[in-house]
């Protein structure tokens, strides 16, 4: 392949050693070849790829799993220090000491593999403070990329400089850096598959099913460690860049007498196009940015994540009986989305936060079916206090305006690529929110037109038109 524009000759012989590595470990990529695409470095199909045929797939041996990294010189010395040993350490903080290592040893299994993965991510735990605080502000990824910052220093706090003192020749202070675990946690985040998909045969239908290969850590390597990462790292599967249209499929395959684990796509791929993968069908641009740094514009999949300020503590008991009886948690988060404006659990929420003690008495005879009874859009006003409907509604209102005077208007023509997809995140926040309140006054007005009601803006004129009128009649009679 001939060099591209603007990519280097050891750019180039980084992408030459990595494609020896796959035929070293005896992956298929007979259809495919990694090149440089559109999306960045991805695989392009070599000849026509069917529905549902087999694209690539890579030898079970070659994926960085937990086991794999336990049985390395650098995962056996970290599990048998003294540091660890008060504790399990965590498996993903052993992923990332061997990803490190694997970085700088040309002798790791995984080196020409890591080599590739690039150095700097874009994902908000690589942004600064102050640029958090200007693309995130209002938004809960500010607060889950705050919240994985200092998850992610606490980890490596437990293991460092302590790992170094001890074992200096395994764990030199050099390498092991705070930005070194940084650059792990990312990698990781951005390309793992999940191990779900190597417990799975992708077959055709019809054919014996048979027992996958074990894929966990040894027994006596488990019990030392924390089970806090489902997934692994799959040289090769994961230069394949992300297409929300695209449908896959993951799972193990036999290949020349191996198994392997393969991908295939529900759609053909012509030769010379490119061979996409899918992150997840479900994926918010929540999850999208803080695991892989970007956003999908207009994602159907996004949500607002909603949580009702209360003050638990001074909750009536007949309010946490119907709360009980409901199974609702004032705590708990709800996602307003374009598809579910208005979750039924939230409304139900709402109405019995607004709920007098009269209609919570009436309420709680229901017994467990009190949530379907409370998750009625309009409830009867026959059996229920119409204030409460109303002041319910306007509570939701009232958060939403709030949230939405919070998060900075989006500029989707920002200079880079981290604040373009910050504004496509607040972007699809803010859409929800307009939607919502869309929502919310429709209802508002359906509640108040069946049931006979005025809404304040009426009250309001009709107020006003009452003092108008007494003002008219004082002047006539003067």
Known sequence: MALHTGETTQQQAMIEAFRTWCREQACDMSRVRVDRTS???????????????????????????????????????ALNSATTRQGRLSSQALMYLVMVDGWHDPA??????????????????????????????????FHEAH?????????????????????????????????????????????????QQLRSWLEPDGQEPRTPPNVDPAAHEAERLADDCPAALCPLLDMTN??????????LVRCAGAVHLGISCTSPVAA??????????????????????????????DALPV?????????????????????????EVHELSLKNLLPPRLLALLRILCMRPDGL???VKHGSDLLLKLQSPVPPTIDYCEECELEALSTLEGQLLTQQSRIPPPDLSAPSAPERHAAV??????AIISEALKELRRRRQLFCSENSLLEEEEEEEEEGDSVASEEDADDAST
């Open 39 to 77: 999306s960045g470095l991805g695989l392009v199909a070599e000849q026509d790829i069917g529905a549902g045929e087999v694209g690539l797939s890579v030898p079970l041996e070659a994926l960085l799993t937990v086991s794999a990294a336990a049985k390395t010189d650098i995962g056996q010395a």
């Open 108 to 141: 790791s299994k995984w080196h020409s593999y890591l080599r590739l993965i690039p150095t700097r991510h874009h994902d908000p735990l690589w942004w600064t403070d102050q640029e958090r605080q200007e693309r995130l502000e209002g938004t809960q990824l």
């Open 147 to 195: 919240r994985h910052m200092s998850q992610l220093r606490d980890v490596y706090d437990s293991l460092f400089p302590a790992l170094s003192q001890e074992l200096p020749a395994f764990f030199p202070v050099e390498r092991y850096t705070f930005q070194a675990f940084l650059w792990a946690r990312s990698s990781l985040s951005s390309r793992c598959f999940s191990m």
């Open 242 to 251: 992300h297409n929300p249209e695209t449908q896959v499929r993951v799972g």
């Open 272 to 301: 010379g196009g490119e061979f996409f993968n899918n992150y997840g069908s479900s994926r918010t641009n929540l999850q999208l940015l803080l695991a892989h740094g970007f956003c999908v514009p207009n994602n159907a999949c």
């Open 307 to 331: 949580k009702i300020r209360t003050d638990d503590a001074r909750r009536p008991q007949l309010q946490r009986q119907a709360l009980e009886l409901a199974g609702l948690q004032p705590a």
């Open 361 to 363: 008495k009436t309420y």
């Open 425 to 430: 995140y607040r972007a699809g926040q803010l």
